[in-house]
């Protein structure tokens, strides 16, 4: 009976740590961001690019910072929860442009000048948002990805719940599937909101 | 004609020599900075592709990171500076010798303490089996049988 037991015992322990092991998420690094103050930046609006937008315009509100690019392909896939999450009011969202013209492999963007970089990202990104629907209340423009770094954008989509003191409260890396917005942003919405 | 030759290969060389030379020109730059940056980047993960360092790593952010660590660099911050930089934004997990604390004393040790626990099981297993193995003399009989085993001569050859 012994001889057996151990050997079955090892095995069962085997099977949890690879079940659990190989169900987590390699990408789903946590963020040290998360409990501290959103990094300050001031970009310029993808509406009105003459005007910048700072994250201090947003105190006193609860909001999402979405990071999302035209030439990210699971951005098109979180894109319809976004135009959903919109049209419900439940929340704000501002969209971070993520180096729309040098993060397209297909551009050769060393050749572009400041100007025609800029005009090209407005470009895409507008008729972008147009073709899809627009989802966000403001856009901005990160060209060359420094204010990525500094919220520690490792893969485009991205989304940081901030309150309304200025906090990161959560970062969800990948494409916010239905299931991730009623489960675990809504909740903290509310919670952030009372 | 060997002359013709010798100088046709000298052209050849110095041609190659200039392309080369044309290629090195952003790393050149500045020796010790890049030097520096190298250091550094390879003690650091590229979180896009997760198992290539910072420094082996052709990632579009890699790249944007080893710029920055760059500007830092030229910025006068010193290695454990940038290393927080690193550290206070993407955390723990970018680099490849994780700072020891409570969440990962497991990561340090864990190895050791499955050594240890092995060579504990195995020394108690051998000491089972030795006491288990008791020594029982061979019966008249079973002497007879083995002497006469051993002593059966070779037939043949």
């Known amino acids: ?194 | 004609m060997r002359v013709w030759i010798s100088i046709l290969l000298l052209a050849l060389a110095s041609f190659s020599f200039s392309l080369q030379a044309k290629e090195a020109a952003p790393l050149a730059q500045d020796e010790a900075v890049e030097k520096r940056m190298v250091a550094i980047s390879s003690e650091l993960r590229c979180l896009v592709c997760q198992n290539e360092s910072l420094s082996g790593s052709n990632a579009e952010l890699a790249n944007d990171l080893r710029r920055e660590i760059r500007t830092l660099i030229s910025d006068g911050k010193s290695d454990n500076d940038i290393m927080d930089f690193m550290v206070s934004r993407y955390g723990d997990f970018v680099r490849y010798r994780p700072p020891l604390k409570g969440t990962t004393l497991l990561l340090w040790f864990g190895p050791a303490l499955l050594f240890i626990g092995g060579l504990v099981a195995l020394v108690l297993y051998l000491r089972r089996r030795n006491l288990a193995i008791r020594d029982t003399p061979l019966s008249a009989k079973e002497q007879q049988q083995a002497e006469h085993l051993l002593n059966v001569k070779v037939s043949g050859k």
Request: positive net charge; charged residues 20%; contains cysteine.
């Open chain 1, 1 to 194: 009976m012994n001889r057996f037991l151990w050997p079955l015992i090892g095995f069962a322990v085997l099977v949890v740590l690879l079940t659990v092991g190989l169900n987590l998420n390699p990408r789903d690094v946590p963020s040290p961001l998360v409990g501290k103050p959103a990094p300050l930046f001031s970009l310029a609006k993808l509406a009105a690019p003459d005007q910048t937008f700072s994250p201090k315009d947003m105190l006193g509100k609860v909001w999402l910072l979405n990071v999302w690019s035209t030439w990210c392909v699971s951005c098109r896939q979180e894109h319809p929860v976004l135009v959903e999450m919109a049209k419900s009011k439940m929340v704000t969202l501002v969209g971070l442009n993520y180096k729309e013209v040098r993060g397209d492999s297909n551009i050769d963007s060393d050749k572009l000048s400041a100007d025609a970089e800029m005009k090209m990202a407005l470009e895409r990104s507008s008729t972008w948002l147009r073709k899809h629907g627009d989802p966000y209340s403001l856009s901005v423009l990160d060209l060359d990805g420094r204010v990525g770094i500094d919220y520690g954008v490792y893969g485009v989509p991205e989304t940081y719940v901030i309150d309304k003191a200025g906090v990161i409260r959560l970062k969800h890396t990948g494409p916010i599937s239905p299931d991730a917005f009623s489960g675990k942003i809504l909740p903290l919405l509310a919670e952030l909101s009372r």
